[in-house]
């Protein structure tokens, strides 16, 4: 089965760089989701990431470790509105996912 | 594209009465997935669909708990008789399986409130 540990909570600073980490015990692997999710609303995709390395995507970049069993979401120059939850992800057959517990991330002016 | 569109958003009941949950998946999407969320226990699957046929349902509750996907244009979750403890976000997603990385799109969520 699939295990998806997450920090609970993270508070940052307007225009700082944060990083949520991610890891992950699987008995497969077949790629690891970020999805962001606002108070109150649906979770909607951020990133993917299946070969190991940083995937860059404007202010937000995602990084794996395959042997290691970890991620990283970076967010650079926060804003107001990146605070959210944010959940990893991992398929677990077929098309299932497992959803991390998520970590809320608030952003202080 | 509308995206996947729930009904209700929000629905209050009492306990013991029926609560049916529809959900209409993006046109062409072949996976249907349905979701509880709550604080104490994070994002659930509940129940997919593949080509509108239930792959595993390992994660509905118990037998109060039923989904239907007659079409692939649509699904309902139905809570029959509905409890306190059933009071959670539920949301309905979908994607194309054997698409690009498999990537789910949600619906806005429906918030069920069992009093």
């Known amino acids: 089965g699939q295990n998806i540990d997450q920090p609970t909570e993270m508070t940052a600073t307007e225009g700082a760089i944060v990083q949520i980490n991610c890891t992950y015990q699987t008995s497969g692997f077949n790629g690891l989701f970020w999805y962001q999710q606002h108070a109150g609303e649906a979770p909607t995709f951020l990133s993917y990431?299946?070969?190991?390395g940083l995937e860059e995507k404007g202010r937000f970049s995602s990084f794996l470790s395959r042997s290691k069993g970890y991620s990283y979401l970076l967010l650079k120059e926060l804003q107001m509105k990146d605070s959210a939850s944010y959940l990893c992800?991992?398929?677990?057959?077929?098309?299932?996912?497992?959803f991390g517990p998520g970590t809320r991330l608030s952003v202080l002016p | 594209d509308a995206g996947v569109i729930q009904s209700p958003r929000h629905e209050v009941t009492e306990m013991g009465q029926e609560v049916t949950l529809r959900c209409k998946p993006i046109s062409g999407h072949n996976s249907l997935f349905w979701y509880r969320q709550t604080m104490m226990r994070g994002l659930e699957l509940l129940i997919y669909?593949?080509?509108?046929?239930?792959?595993?349902d390992s994660g509905m509750p118990e037998d109060r708990f039923s989904a239907k996907m007659p079409n692939a244009s649509f699904s309902t979750l139905k809570i029959q008789p509905s409890e306190p403890r059933d009071s959670a976000v539920y949301f309905c997603?979908?994607?194309?399986?054997?698409?690009?990385?498999?990537?789910?799109?949600f619906g806005a969520g429906t918030r069920l409130s069992v009093l």
């Open positions: 992800a991992v398929p677990n057959y077929g098309q299932n996912f497992v």
């Open positions: 997603a979908s994607s194309l399986a054997g698409g690009r990385k498999n990537i789910q799109y």
């Open positions: 990431n299946v070969l190991d």
């Open positions: 669909f593949n080509n509108n046929v239930p792959i595993d």
